[in-house]
């Protein structure tokens, strides 16, 4: 297939972001992942079968070629006046991006296929491929000293998706070199120190990693974590590199229902119901309610705040998970 018409098919659904590479083994990276696992990096995320994340054929036995997307998600701080909230990172204020980069390549495929059958899987995130490499081979972006994918237009906040494909395409994007240079601001900032080293992240040090793991969080851990509800965005905001980029055209990432922010009260006493409601189809809700309201509590902690109602509704809370966050935090007081 003409790789023009895979763009131009892209730009009429709004996916303005595209590279296309071929399906060969990610051998760059592939040391780089063992390691990872050797020297306990790897997080409890990640598939640990090293062919798996850097082999499409092993994903997908037929293919040729992959069709990659980024999907901006930036918007701009919404303004709160509420002393008790916690923050959202940017990739959970709007529609889990899961969903909605799955619709846009479903779509891309249908106006494809009108063209020429092929067989294809779509993929974002959750696939053991890893996502960055293949956007970097897809020339997408370069990779930036936080780890992040890095376009000139959108920066750092892009989401990353593609197919994989059986169909040859006439040619691929060229990949881009990292344009750092000697900026390190993202290893200065990271609260966590989690950034040891340009390109190299140490996951279990990153706050976006603790407001995630169910692993238990002790006394340092959750003071860096401040009021981070879920992930974390510091690396991406201090970056020079994500000054003056173009805002998302994809109002699925609009924080309508967030406000980019949550309510601590509200996340303490809502019920499982109310919160599947009011949150559920935020990406930041895949590790359940309770992973939240421990995040909650921990913010609490860290503000210096309780009163009755809070109270209350944690010694009422039954979940063994909250149970030492819970006793922790209410000794304080
Ligand atoms: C596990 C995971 C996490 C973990 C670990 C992150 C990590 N850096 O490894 C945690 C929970 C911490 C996390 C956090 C976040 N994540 Co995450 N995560 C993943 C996941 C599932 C796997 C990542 C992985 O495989 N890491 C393996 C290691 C080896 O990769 P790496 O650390 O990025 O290392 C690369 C570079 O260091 C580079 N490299 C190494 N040495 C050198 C040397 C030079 C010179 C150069 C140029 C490069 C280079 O090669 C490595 C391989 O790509 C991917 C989805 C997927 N299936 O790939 C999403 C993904 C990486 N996450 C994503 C996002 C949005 C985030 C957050 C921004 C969310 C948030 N706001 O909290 C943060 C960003 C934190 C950060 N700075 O990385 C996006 C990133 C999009 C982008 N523009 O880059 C992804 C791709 C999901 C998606 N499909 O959109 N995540």
């Known amino acids: 297939m003409k790789v023009e018409l895979i763009i131009e098919k892209s730009l009429e659904i709004g996916l303005d972001l595209i590279g296309l590479t071929d399906a ?23 598939n640990s079968d090293i062919s798996k994340r850097v082999n499409p054929r092993e994903i997908m036995k037929s293919v040729n070629s992959i069709i990659v997307v980024g999907l901006p998600y930036f918007y701009e701080s919404y303004n709160n006046n509420n002393r008790l909230y916690g923050k959202l990172a940017r990739s ?6 899961h969903i909605v980069i799955k619709n846009y390549l479903n779509k891309l495929a249908d106006k494809l296929l009108q063209y020429e059958k092929f067989e294809y899987s779509i993929l974002a995130d959750t696939s053991p491929l890893v996502d960055r490499e293949i956007a970097y081979k897809a020339g997408i972006g370069y990779y930036g000293k936080n780890t992040s994918i890095i376009n000139d237009k959108y ?17 691929y994007s060229v990949p881009i070199e990292s344009q750092c240079g000697e900026c390190d601001i993202c290893l200065r900032s990271c609260p966590g120190k989690a950034i040891e080293e340009p390109y190299k992240l ?5 706050i976006s990693y603790l407001t995630q793991t169910k692993h238990y969080l002790n006394e340092e851990e959750s ?14 905001i201090v970056c020079p590199k994500n000054e003056n980029i173009k805002e998302s055209h994809f109002d699925e990432f609009k924080p309508y229902k967030t406000n980019g922010i949550v309510d601590i009260k509200e996340i303490i006493c809502m019920s499982k119901r109310e919160f599947e409601n ?3 189809d ?13 995040n909650a509590i921990i913010a609490l902690e860290n503000i210096g705040y309780i009163d009755n109602e809070i109270k209350k509704a944690l010694e009422n809370n039954s979940s063994e998970f909250l149970k030492p966050y819970i006793v922790r ?4 007081f």
């Open 24 to 46: 060969s083994i990610l051998n760059r990276i592939e040391e780089k992942i063992s390691n990872r696992f050797e020297e306990n990096l790897a997080t409890e995320f990640e």
């Open 92 to 97: 959970s204020w709007g529609i889990d991006y």
């Open 155 to 171: 920066g750092s906040f892009i989401f990353i998706g593609y197919l994989l494909t059986d169909l040859r395409l006439d040619k």
């Open 202 to 206: 140490n996951p279990k040090k990153c």
């Open 223 to 236: 003071k860096k974590m401040g009021i981070n509800i879920y992930g974390c965005d510091i690396c991406q």
């Open 278 to 280: 009011k949150y559920g």
């Open 282 to 294: 935020m990406s930041g809700a895949w590790r359940g309610k309770n992973v939240l309201t421990r």
């Open 329 to 332: 935090y209410l000794s304080k």
